[in-house]
């Protein structure tokens, strides 16, 4: 069974089509979707809208999915004081998306296990043990064992840090983090999602990079009403997350 894994959309409609087409053209036949769909991207609405259409997509909860259903605009102080930027787009998210669409991240489920073809899949958005935990490129192996310790899956398939990479643990667990569709934040800005063929009890995992209109997300971005949305909007041109 060939299957698509994507992460951390935040609202980019141009490189999730862009992503669509190539799963479709791959055949595969089911999606994971491992969250953060909406927050300082181009159109949210779209996206919580077009992710919530896919019924046969199997979709958790991000922390960003979970900030914009829950967070109150009181509440935001904190984040203003460490990531300005990032802090108004949330209060701007928390304005701009209704209640019904607030309710479906709510609702979505913070993490997944299930097998396919005799393997454990362990689908969270950041690590098994926190949503905003990061998995990044070049850690430690022991670190990574760590974090994955409370997870019994031969596969646990992560996002949140918007860099992909892959790690094979000492107990024969895989950690795959998939990247991000919408906002990468690596030296490549293509958007980058997860093929995984299971097949007889084995799998392979392939990392693809796929080029978009990322002149129109950007220039769709800036409509937004929230102050500092220019560097946001920069970022999808030339990835750097410094004074966000």
Known sequence: MKVAIISDLHGNMQALEKVCEDIKNNKCEKVFCLGD???AGPQPRAMVDFVRSKSDWTVIQGNTDKMIAEMKPEDISVLKDNA???ANALLEELMYIEDERKKYLR???PELKFEIEG???HLV???PRKNNENIFPDMPLAEVEEIVSCSDADVIFCGHTHMPCGYQTSRRQTVVNAGSVG???TQDAKACYVIANFENGGFSIEHRLLDY???LACNILMHRNFEGKEKIAQMLIKPDARHI
């Open 37 to 39: 769909l909406a927050m």
């Open 119 to 121: 393997v454990k899949i």
């Open 107 to 109: 609702n979505l489920p």
């Open 213 to 215: 209109d990322r002149e």
């Open 84 to 86: 300005p930027v990032m």
């Open 183 to 185: 906002r990468p934040m």
């Open 125 to 127: 958005h950041g690590s």
